[in-house]
C-alpha cells in the first residue's frame, strides 16, 4: 500500500497537491483548521495559464461550471495617466469562496480525506499560507476586499496612489471585486475605513460610483513578501508557504495551483524536496523578481513617468510563472 500523504492546508495550494497526488495513485489527507470555504482577501483574478493547469488536474471543467468572469483587458492607472492593452488570452475572475470550494469538492470526490487535526503523523506537504512578518509598525502592509454589485467590465485595472494600489475585476453572479494592499500609515489616516480609502484616488471613485458594496470589507496582514527555496527538512512547502509574490502581478493563484500540483506530484513519487524546490525557483522566481522592480519604481515615484514606455503585454508576460 502506498505511503498516506498528510497536506497541511485546504486552500487552493493544498487542494491542488491533493488533486496531484491522487491522480499519481496515492492515499491523501488534508488537514485544514479552519472552515472552508470562506472569503479571503484576494485578487480573485486567474491568468490565462490557469487552463492547462487545471485540465492536469481533472479540475477545469468544474471550474468553468462555477461560471467565471472573463477578463479580456488590462489597464493600468498611475494618477492621470492611463495606459490600456489587451491581453494575449481572456483570463478569468473567480471568488475565493467559489474557487477554494469548488478544488476541495473536486479532491474529496477524488478520495482525499479532510479532518481539522492530524494525529502524530507529520505533514508531508505544508501549504498553510504566508508567514507572519516582524516588519516595524507604521511601515507594515496590508490588504482589503469586498464584493460590489453593478455594471460589469471586461477588464482587470489597477490604480496605483499614495504607495497603494486597488484592484477591481468582474467575478462570477455579475459582482465585481475591489481588492487592495496598503501600509499601515497611509491606511491609519482614515482609522482603516475602507470606505473613505479607496475615495482617495480620483480616478478609483470616479470606477466605483455606478457600483454599491454589497459585502462588508474584508482586511488581512500584516503582509510581506517572501520566498522559501531552501530545503529545510522532509517537507514539500506550496503555495504562499513556498512564495508569497506581491499580489498586483495577478499571478498569485496561478503560483499557488502549480507549486501545489508540483508537490503533490513529487511527494507521490518521492522526489526528493531539495530537487522539487530547485523546479520550483526554476518557476516561480522571475515573477518575485520583477514584481519587485516594479514595487521599488512605486515606491520611488517614478513609476507614473516609466507607465507610457512599458509595454502592457511585456509587463504581462513578465509577471507569470515559467
Not at 138 to 147: C, T
Not at 159 to 167: A, S
Not at 179 to 194: I, M, T, V
Request: hydrophobic letters at 40%; a positive charge.
Amino acid at each position: 500500500m502506498k505511503q498516506r500523504i498528510n497536506i497541511l492546508g485546504g486552500g487552493p495550494a493544498g487542494a491542488s497537491a491533493a488533486l496531484a497526488a491522487l491522480r499519481e495513485g496515492a492515499r491523501v489527507g488534508v488537514i485544514e483548521k479552519s472552515r472552508l470555504p470562506r472569503h479571503k482577501v484576494c485578487g480573485e483574478f486567474f491568468s490565462p495559464e490557469i487552463g492547462p493547469e487545471l485540465e492536469r488536474l481533472g479540475a477545469w471543467d468544474a471550474f468553468l461550471a462555477a461560471r467565471p468572469a472573463r477578463v479580456q483587458r488590462l489597464e493600468l492607472h498611475f494618477g492621470s495617466r492611463k495606459k490600456s492593452s489587451r491581453l494575449p488570452e481572456p483570463a478569468f475572475g473567480l471568488s475565493r469562496y467559489a474557487f477554494d470550494l469548488m478544488l476541495l469538492d473536486q479532491a474529496r470526490a477524488g478520495g482525499a480525506d479532510l479532518a481539522s487535526e492530524t494525529a502524530d503523523e507529520r505533514p508531508l506537504i505544508v501549504a498553510t499560507g504566508r508567514h507572519a512578518t516582524a516588519t516595524q509598525r507604521g511601515q507594515r502592509l496590508f490588504g482589503f476586499k469586498a464584493h460590489f454589485d453593478g455594471p460589469v467590465d471586461d477588464g482587470v485595472e489597477l490604480f496605483f496612489f499614495e504607495r497603494c494600489y486597488v484592484g477591481v475585476s468582474a467575478v462570477e453572479a455579475g459582482r465585481t471585486n475591489i481588492c487592495g494592499l496598503a501600509p499601515e500609515s497611509f491606511l491609519s489616516r482614515f482609522g482603516f475605513e475602507y470606505d473613505d480609502i479607496v475615495m482617495q484616488c480620483p480616478a478609483l471613485s470616479d470606477r466605483l460610483k455606478p457600483l454599491r458594496r454589497v459585502t462588508s470589507w474584508f482586511s488581512t496582514g500584516p503582509l510581506q513578501y517572501g520566498q522559501a527555496f531552501e530545503d529545510a527538512g522532509h517537507a514539500y512547502p506550496a503555495g504562499d508557504a513556498l512564495s508569497f509574490v506581491d499580489p498586483f502581478t495577478g499571478s498569485g493563484l496561478l503560483a499557488a495551483v502549480r507549486s501545489g500540483a508540483m508537490a503533490g506530484r513529487a511527494a507521490a513519487v518521492g522526489q526528493p524536496v531539495s530537487e522539487y524546490l530547485r523546479e520550483c525557483r526554476a518557476s516561480l522566481r522571475q515573477p518575485f523578481q520583477v514584481a519587485g522592480v516594479l514595487r521599488r519604481a512605486l515606491e520611488g515615484g517614478w513609476a507614473e513617468k516609466l507607465a507610457p514606455f512599458a509595454p502592457g503585454r511585456l509587463l504581462f508576460a513578465l509577471t507569470r510563472p515559467r
